[in-house]
């Protein structure tokens, strides 16, 4: 074996965590054995730095099926049926490669819910770029890269019959040299047909199905456990290259195996391949397992049992069978031209045993690797920026035009129909709000005729200044704009995305941002029950924002009663529940006048949200609602302005705010349309919610936003064009 120093750096294992290999083997390893606990104690796998905060996350409820340690997490939408979902990331994958990054992250995370049964039905994808309305080098790599992840995440899943349906793309200068990818699926399966990934039984035979082995993908999980430099170029042979069409075949065989009773359990190979599939299934199970590489199947030559454990080749699969049930379980395979072999069994010696033609390479205890993984209790300290940015901030507007067209065109705001245009939306014939249309989207769920709400959010700018305050409104934003649809939020998957976190600043980030996400979960009653952890964000020490990324799922019980945000009715009046407040700490508004963040992000009572939740699903049960919209981004005027432009219907509004408050980003703010305004307000008053009536809708093209007054069709087009000339 070479130089041990050496294995040990490019293994990123730190000299005690080798004795403690040595520990647990009672002996020295072979490379082999040091590439697989490389793999499974990387940063990517066993979240060591991340887990001490972890552990406190709600993660239960009465609704709650399954939460985090599976493939997907699974909630209970009634009538049997289950909704399975989990999102995930993909950023260093992506920003190598954006095509192939991204498409393998969205076939990643279909097979990690298909896995459990379920038919993939609705994506989200999460996207962000540094700002691409620059002119200079930076901007045009970023335009390069956000078209090559647009086209992955639409080639895969356009290709794979499921439905984007809807998602979030945001641009700023701290991602410059990190973007972010991350990719949510939701699936609905019975709820007494839900598969899990264990191995157990002895003698059951473990099975390998999908695509072949190759070389690609390498070491994967272990260089998304590092930060960039210079010398990440040459990282690109570490990138999976995914195949939509073979991932079909594998998604429709397993479905087919799913009705027949021949499985214990199955798993999908992710990070680090066949190493994590085949440890992490013994493991939840306390078994052992035995595996023949040599029999796996292959797609070079001359691959080494090394190379057959961390490969990341995509579409590939890890079957637990019953005894005796391996010919059919093969058959169901073969009748979809997909590759399938027994390369093992299950036994009960707690020992993984790889044998290479017939010679054993690998003898490890199954136990520790899974379950003693370390956990680091690495440093923690308040950054420093946080005393150069805690000032006041108060915008001064000359112009309320100026500065209302400014926003409305800025590529935070603009309208991305560029982006989801290249994404089938309605395949499967179940979406009922799509992409593009403000807030949550929604499927029907034909099984049970109901119908479920999701969106995809993270407050970057408020996680920067208050990342603790900003965990708080990552949840209740995103629960925020499922009840504008009407659904009960049920449940959250997160996605923590966060800089390098060997620097004491960015731990403390994740601390308090995990408390704030911890406590608004609590409150909200929306537990977390899957998600994915995702550091070292960071190029030449230049660490990205707080990035703690929620999706919401949420459920609305009749499918006759989903709201949208699109104006419906002249002469209908529009209500603003809620507080509007001087928060400009973190604003768009500060963010394109000022082209800094800097002073307090809005702050929020999370009682006084869940009161404005129930104030808002009762109001719409009892049929006074016809339109509303989370107030977000912008403030009420871009709320107000997209409402109008989706129902290409004007408004006369008079708030009687000073014209800085219309952009002001204050927390637990709805607009509401309605034609029964006093009930509507004897309603808030129950709840203790403030209400005001705005104004009223007009059929006509004119809005009237106290002393502006504007064309809709000239609001519509700089909303419409504005994105896909600063791509041009």
């Not at 439905?163 to 945001?170: A, N, Q, R």
């Not at 066949?274 to 992490?280: G, I, N, V």
């Not at 302005?641 to 008079?654: D, H, P, Q, R, T």
Request: glycine fraction near 10%; include cysteine.
């Amino acid at each position: 074996m070479q130089n041990l120093q050496e294995i040990l750096k490019k293994h990123k294992l730190t000299q005690q965590e080798y004795e403690n290999i040595k520990d647990i083997l009672q002996r020295e390893p072979n490379l082999l054995e040091i590439g697989i606990f490389s793999a499974m104690w990387s940063e990517h796998c066993s979240y060591k730095s991340s887990k001490k905060y972890l552990s406190g996350f709600p993660t239960k409820a009465p609704w709650v099926i399954q939460g985090p340690g599976e493939n997907a997490g699974v909630i209970d939408i009634t009538g049997g049926y289950s909704a399975v979902f989990k999102v995930e990331s993909h950023n260093h994958p992506s920003f190598i490669e954006p095509v192939a990054g991204a498409a393998t992250g969205v076939g990643g995370i279909m097979r990690d819910v298909f896995t459990m049964g379920a038919r993939p039905v609705a994506s989200l994808d999460s996207i962000r770029f540094g700002r691409i309305d620059r002119q200079d080098d930076t901007g045009k790599l970023h335009r390069f890269l956000l078209k090559g992840v647009v086209k992955g995440i639409g080639g895969y899943g356009n290709c794979m019959g499921v439905p984007t349906i809807g998602g979030e793309t945001t641009f700023d200068d701290c991602y410059d040299g990190n973007i972010l990818v991350n990719a949510f699926t939701l699936g609905i399966a019975k709820t007494d047909e839900i598969f899990y990934g264990r191995a157990e039984g002895i003698g059951n035979p473990v099975i390998y199905v999908g695509s072949k082995t190759g070389r690609d993908g390498l070491g994967g999980a272990v260089m998304s456990s590092d930060s960039f430099d210079e010398e990440s170029k040459s990282l690109r042979p570490t990138v999976q290259i995914g195949d939509p069409f073979s991932e079909k075949l594998l998604l429709e065989a397993c479905l087919e195996l799913f009705k027949k009773d021949l499985i214990v359990g199955i798993q999908d190979m992710g990070a680090a391949g066949l190493t994590s599939s085949s440890f992490e299934m013994a493991g939840r199970s306390g078994s052992g397992m035995i595996m023949h590489l040599d029999k796996v199947p292959m797609r070079e030559l001359g691959m080494t049992p090394y190379e057959l454990m961390l490969s990341e080749s995509q579409e590939r699969m890890l079957i637990c069978a019953k005894k005796g049930c391996e010919k059919q379980v093969l058959e169901i395979f073969e009748k979809w031209e997909i590759d399938a072999s027994v390369i093992g069994e299950v036994t009960d010696t707690g020992m993984m045993e790889l044998y290479w033609y017939k010679e054993r390479c690998a003898y490890i205890p199954i136990a520790p690797i899974t379950e003693k993984a370390p956990v680091l209790d690495r440093e923690i300290k308040k950054p420093q920026y946080l005393k150069e940015v805690d000032r006041d901030y108060h915008p001064k507007i000359d112009s309320l035009k100026e500065v209302f067209m400014q926003m409305l065109g800025s590529i935070d705001i603009a309208n991305k129909s560029y982006i989801y245009n290249q994404y089938d939306s309605m395949v499967q014939a179940n979406t009922i709000v799509g992409v593009g249309n403000g807030d949550a989207s929604v499927i029907r769920v034909k099984e049970n005729n109901t119908a479920l709400a999701m969106t995809i959010f993270s407050p970057i700018t408020y996680c920067y200044l208050n990342p603790k305050e900003g965990g708080k409104i990552a949840v209740a934003c995103a629960g925020r704009k499922c009840v504008s649809r009407g659904a009960r939020p049920l449940a959250i998957s997160d996605c923590l995305n966060f800089g390098n976190p060997t620097n004491p600043e960015v731990m403390w980030q994740f601390k308090e941002a995990t408390d704030g996400i911890k406590e608004a979960c609590e409150k909200l009653k929306t537990p977390v029950v899957s998600g994915n952890v995702s550091l070292y964000n960071q190029t030449n020490d230049k660490d990205i924002y707080p990035t703690p990324t929620i999706v919401t799922v949420g459920l609305n019980k009749d499918v006759q009663k989903v709201l949208t945000s699109a104006l419906q009715k002249e002469d209908s009046e529009l209500i603003l529940f809620g507080d509007l407040k001087e928060d400009f700490g973190g604003s768009l508004i500060q963010k394109l006048m000022e082209r800094k963040i800097f002073g307090k992000s809005p702050t929020i009572d999370l009682e006084k949200e869940l009161r404005l939740w129930d104030l808002i699903l009762q109001a719409n049960n009892d049929n006074l609602i016809l339109s509303a919209k989370a107030v977000g981004k912008g403030g009420i005027a871009m709320a107000l302005a997209k409402m109008a432009i989706l129902g290409n219907k004007g408004f006369e509004v008079n708030t009687g705010v000073k014209p800085h408050l219309l952009f002001a980003e204050s927390q637990s703010l709805m607009i509401v349309e309605t034609q029964n305004s006093d009930l509507l307000l004897k309603m808030a008053n129950k709840f203790q919610i403030s209400a005001q009536i705005l104004g009223k809708v007009k059929i006509d093209k004119n809005i009237i936003l106290d002393s502006l007054q504007l064309d809709l069709d000239e609001i519509g087009k700089v909303y419409y064009e504005s994105f896909e000339k600063c791509l041009d």
